[in-house]
Each structure stands twice: as C-alpha cells, then as structure tokens.
C-alpha cells in the first residue's frame, strides 16, 4: 500500500461546481494532516491542515477519519482559481518529514 | 506576510560538478528541510534540520548530498559529484515551533544536470 493514496484525476469541472477529492494513508502513527496546492511548477502552499473534528476554511472543507485512515477535502462554488493540484499530505512518523501524495488535478472551466 | 527564498532560481551545471542551493528560512522558524520533486512525480522529503544538526534524511540523501546552517539565516544544500538524475526542482521549507506543525515552502530552485 502506498504511504499516501490520492484519487488519480484529472477532474474537470464548471464554475461554481462542488468537487471532492479522496486521500487514504497508510501508518496510523501519524498525527498531522494536510491539504496543500500545486500550481504548474510551483511551490506547494499551505490551503489547510485538517483535524479530526473536521475544518472549514470558507468555500473549503476537511475532514479526516482516524479510523479509516482517510482524508478528504471538499470545494464548493469553485472558481477558475481553483484549478491547481491537490496534495495530500501527511506528517510522517517521527514527525516532521511530509509525505506527499501523488495529487489529483482540479480543472475548473467556465 | 514573511516567506522562504531560495536562489538560484535555476541552475544549470554539468555532470561531475558541485551545486550549492540556497534558502533564507522565515526568520523565527526553528526547522528546516530540503524536498525535491522530479518532474512529474510527487515532492520527495530529502532531509529535516534541527538545533543544527539533522533530524532525519531519507534514502536518498546518501553521501553525495549535505546540509549547513552557516549563519543565523542562510540553509543550504550541497550536492557533490552531479548526476543526471539529480535533476529536479529542490523545495526548502521551514516550519517554527514543532515538526508537526505545517511547512511553508520556498518557491524552489530547478536544477537540470547535462
């Protein structure tokens, strides 16, 4: 099993559609949590951590699932800005060492 | 709103030759880290930093690669003896009061090997 799994994509959307990205992991050791952005050959950016009692920051929304080892993040309203790709990413064991998934391409057209 | 640099933002060597990649780390984070991302592929934990010394450093970090914290705000990463799979782009990030905590990324610096 892959240490972080994220739905393969691309996924291809309209404006102000709600799209929802999956993500599993596999050492249940770990303990931080998060939903990062790509831009084409850019940096990854922080959009949120994620918490177990579930977060929302606007038009997004996480939730993990301890027990199921799942990640998810929700995107409402979506505008073209959205389109990015979507990392999954996991704080390893020590903490510390990000381990990222492979990212699922969100293309948002008008 | 205060931000990781890195330079070069590209560097081009060829095969056999020593890089040095540079970062400025948000001043009052106290981890740092190297990533690199092949294109294509998924960003690769390379090595942490801590307390000046290494926290922990992935397989690939063997002993062509090392890390330094010259001065109170320079991170850098040394890369012997080039490959041409050494070809990336290298993230540095910082985080600041605990590795648990999120890391804020540099906007990296893309070295291509000939």
């Known amino acids: 099993r892959k240490e972080v799994e994220q739905d393969p994509g691309p996924f291809n959307v309209p404006e102000g559609a709600t799209v929802a990205f999956n993500c599993t992991y596999s050492?249940?050791?770990?303990?931080?949590f998060f939903w990062y952005r790509q831009d084409c050959r850019k940096e990854p950016k922080l959009l949120m951590s994620?918490?177990?009692s579930g977060n929302e920051d606007g038009r997004f929304t996480a939730q993990l699932n301890r027990a199921s080892q799942y990640i998810s993040l929700l995107i409402r309203d979506s505008k073209l800005s959205d389109s990015a790709t979507y990392l999954c990413?996991?704080?390893?064991?020590?903490?510390?060492?990000?381990?990222f998934g492979q990212g699922t391409e969100l293309s948002v057209k008008p | 709103e205060p931000e990781v640099t890195q330079t070069p933002s590209h560097q081009v060597t060829q095969m056999g030759q020593e890089v040095i990649l540079r970062c400025v780390p948000i001043?009052?984070?106290?981890?740092f880290y190297w990533y690199r991302q092949i294109l294509g592929q998924k960003v690769e934990f390379l090595v942490s930093?801590?307390?000046?010394?290494?926290?922990?450093k992935s397989e690939i970090f063997d002993d062509q690669f090392s890390v330094e914290r010259p001065d109170g705000s320079n991170f850098t990463l040394k890369i012997r003896s080039t490959k041409l799979e050494d070809s990336a782009m290298y993230f540095c990030?910082?985080?600041?009061?605990?590795?648990?905590?999120?890391?804020?990324f540099g906007d990296g610096t893309r070295l291509s090997i000939l």
């Open positions: 050492n249940s050791a770990s303990q931080s």
């Open positions: 930093f801590y307390n000046n010394e290494i926290s922990e």
């Open positions: 990030a910082s985080s600041d009061t605990a590795p648990n905590q999120p890391q804020h």
């Open positions: 001043s009052n984070h106290l981890y």
């Open positions: 990413v996991v704080n390893g064991d020590p903490p510390g060492k990000l381990i």
């Open positions: 994620v918490y177990s």
